[in-house]
């Protein structure tokens, strides 16, 4: 079986027509389950195609749409059963690929609500008010040229859905890129505001040259405008370079924060040996936590880990 898409890549907000293609080897009933795998959700959907063909033209004539030139054979008619549907159609002896503006039967198993519990018997992603302190954080995202790998943006969306999945109302995030430039893409947004959110997460993509001399200290400003004197005010540089810091940028680190306390972790994507040196340098010296990502295993779970203990009461 095959799925093909009008378009490879899909923005927020896109559709687009899928042709799923079972090839059927003989006559008789069949099933088939496809897994669909998006960014806005973690589970796959499932697709489950079914039916059944009573009967079968086994002969080297039938017409394939695959081929350029149509063979041409006497129209026929075939009787094909789907999902307990009987449709009789006049055969299409043309190579030209079916429509597939209408919908076929599927059958959808969607995926099951999560039952409400209470916050003294949390599950692992949740952050209880009792067990953890409000979170004020700041993502700073390397969008360079080099992050466009296939792994490196992908996995870091898909840890910031899980995470955006965890926040409570009390909990504010902020967004930053940094390439040719530093943007802030999104500032100070209730972690109750899921939609805005994951539409910030959503909007993040690769582009430019690196320069971020500058972006720790512009996240350093967005991080004290809200800064929580009870909570955990948090910056995460996300990137898969060599992000230098030097004597006198520590220093103007220093002067910026003065008696506030500030955590600077890093996530690093790959195994660059001096990538990751220089990154757990700078979470050292932010107080922070340096976490790789070198595969898909684990890594939606990194930052959801990585603020309960940092904000653990």
Request: charged share 25%.
């Amino acid at each position: 079986s095959t799925v093909q898409a009008q378009s490879k890549k899909l923005l927020a907000g896109d559709t687009t027509t899928l042709l799923f293609n079972y090839r059927i080897k003989k006559a008789g009933k069949f099933s088939t389950r496809i897994q669909l795998v998006s960014t806005a959700q973690n589970q796959a959907y499932i697709v489950t195609w079914r039916g059944q063909v009573k009967n079968w033209r086994a002969d080297d004539k039938t017409a394939c749409f695959y081929f350029k030139k149509p063979i041409k054979t006497p129209a026929s008619k075939s009787e094909i059963n789907l999902a307990g549907i009987t449709t009789t159609s006049q055969k299409d002896n043309s190579n030209k690929i079916p429509d597939i503006t209408s919908e076929p039967v599927l059958s959808y198993t969607p995926e099951p609500k999560p039952t409400p519990h209470l916050e003294d018997d949390p599950k692992p992603d949740d952050l209880p008010l009792l067990l953890y302190r409000p979170n004020n954080l700041v993502f700073l995202v390397d969008v360079s040229s080099s992050m466009k790998d296939s792994l490196k943006l992908p996995l870091m969306k898909l840890a910031l859905y899980k995470l955006i999945a965890a926040l409570r109302e009390v909990d504010a995030v902020s967004f930053m890129t940094y390439a040719d430039s530093v943007k802030v893409i999104a500032e100070h947004i209730s972690g109750s505001d899921k939609a805005t959110l994951n539409k910030a997460i959503s909007a993040i993509k690769a582009r430019g040259l690196t320069k971020g001399n500058k972006a720790i200290l512009a996240s350093v400003d967005l991080t004290l405008r809200h800064y929580l004197p009870e909570g955990n005010n948090q910056i995460i540089l996300a990137t898969d370079g060599e992000f230098r810091m030097t004597p006198e940028d520590y220093k103007k680190w220093k002067d910026k924060t003065l008696a506030k306390t500030l955590v600077l972790s890093t996530v690093g994507f790959g195994s660059d040996k001096k990538a990751i040196t220089n990154l757990k340098t700078i979470a050292k010296n932010g107080s922070g936590s340096f976490i790789q990502v070198t595969s898909k295993k684990g890594a939606e779970q990194i930052l959801v880990d990585e603020i309960k203990s940092k904000s653990k009461r």
